[in-house]
């Protein structure tokens, strides 16, 4: 634990996202384990609690696990949307912005973020209905307490960002070990340069998707990372290690992690809870090499040149992106987060529609076998039609 400055409270390395907080069969939160967790986080000193009025019913929980609790016990984090088209007027935001103050059963929020700016359109929207203006004018009121952003796009964009607009005072960011150590993360805002970013506005950091999605939890599949990771630390799991490494950067105020679970709850509070103790560097300098290695263990040599679908695959298949799934899986053996990524690319058309006329393979600088390779990947990523079967696989 630490005091903060920006907060003026005491604020925990973890904090708790809460997108994906417990389901039953029937889709609906299952209230008591909620609350269950809400309370183990409470008594644990995690008192960071990250939602957005998009999170469907998320923060009707929130309010109810949290009211008994004294409002300044906790921080509450809300969010608004703006670059699908959602919110696309300033009266819009109002109502979203009152709804979350109404779900989460509160009179304000101690930090609201605009979500996902960089995001294709969402800058340009976000300017032209002023919504810096919007912000300022809730911060005045008291109804936000601090005013951010949430990024998922190119740093240069975040660059632009930070540069024209100094009344953001917080950004969260993607970040982990494996995207800070190669160049797979440069287009989706979660590289080492937009943490760099970061730093060099003196923007505090909030920290998302530290696992990379779930990613990072299976990466010890490989016999020589498992090697690597068990003989620097036999007791500590590939995901401590992924939260480790995000708690540990300079100027980082939280770590998000979007439990489900009491075990994840606790597994995560004895992590990153009163006994965090950050990396040193020899530590960091191992996962560089694990970061690395899995790199290395990429199947497929797509350089993602769009030659392939360029020159017209008849098929309309997203060749690359088909292919980059077949190297996801490969490397961290997590069919589940891969196929999250694999069912979007085959929405309109699917390796099962190849008409094998090798139209790919001859435009192909790397010369792949491109129609075996993408039958493969169908055949281990494919399960179904139903987003239930495969979400859950």
Request: with cysteine; hydrophobic share 35%.
């Amino acid at each position: 634990m630490e005091q903060d400055n920006l907060f003026g409270r005491k604020l925990p390395k973890l904090g708790f996202g809460c997108m994906r907080l417990p389901e039953g069969q029937d889709g609906e939160y299952i209230e008591s384990e909620c609350q269950e967790m809400f309370d183990y986080a409470m008594a644990h000193g995690i008192n960071y609690f990250d939602s957005a009025w998009h999170y469907v019913e998320s923060q009707l929980m929130i309010g109810k696990c949290l009211e008994k609790y004294p409002r300044e016990s906790y921080i509450l984090v809300g969010k608004l949307c703006f670059y699908d088209g959602t919110l696309e007027s300033i009266k819009a935001a109002e109502q979203a912005f009152a709804k979350e103050l109404s779900d989460a059963r509160t009179d304000y929020m101690d930090l609201e973020l605009i979500h996902a700016l960089g995001n294709p359109g969402s800058l340009e929207r976000v300017d032209a209905l002023n919504v810096w203006g919007f912000m300022r004018k809730l911060k005045k009121m008291g109804k936000v307490k601090h005013i951010g952003i949430s990024f998922h796009s190119y740093p240069e964009n975040l660059e632009k960002i930070l540069k024209n607009h100094p009344e953001i005072e917080v950004v969260q960011i993607q970040a982990n070990y494996y995207d800070h150590n190669t160049d797979g993360a440069k287009a989706v805002g979660g590289s080492y340069e937009t943490y760099e970013i970061c730093r060099k506005y003196n923007k505090p950091i909030i920290i998302m998707e530290p696992v990379k999605g779930g990613t990072l939890s299976t990466i010890a599949e490989h016999p020589e990372v498992r090697k690597m990771l068990k003989k620097a630390d036999p007791s500590r799991s590939p995901s401590a290690w992924a939260l480790q490494y995000a708690a540990s950067l300079d100027g980082v105020l939280t770590v998000l992690s979007g439990m489900s679970t009491i075990e994840q709850m606790k597994e995560n509070c004895e992590i990153l809870g009163e006994k965090f103790i950050p990396l040193n560097e020899e530590e960091k300098d191992m996962l560089a090499e694990v970061a690395k290695l899995v790199e290395s263990k990429k199947p497929v040599g797509c350089t993602g040149c769009h030659y392939c679908t360029d020159k017209g695959c008849p098929a309309g298949i997203k060749i690359p992106e088909v292919l980059a799934c077949l190297n996801m899986l490969n490397q961290f053996n997590n069919p589940r987060m891969t196929r999250m990524k694999y069912y979007p690319a085959i929405e309109e058309s699917s390796p099962r529609d190849c008409i094998s006329c090798g139209t790919c393979e001859g435009e192909c600088p790397q010369k792949l076998p491109i129609m075996k390779l993408i039958r493969e990947a169908d055949e281990r990523l494919y399960i179904g039609n139903d987003i239930d079967l495969w979400a859950n696989h």
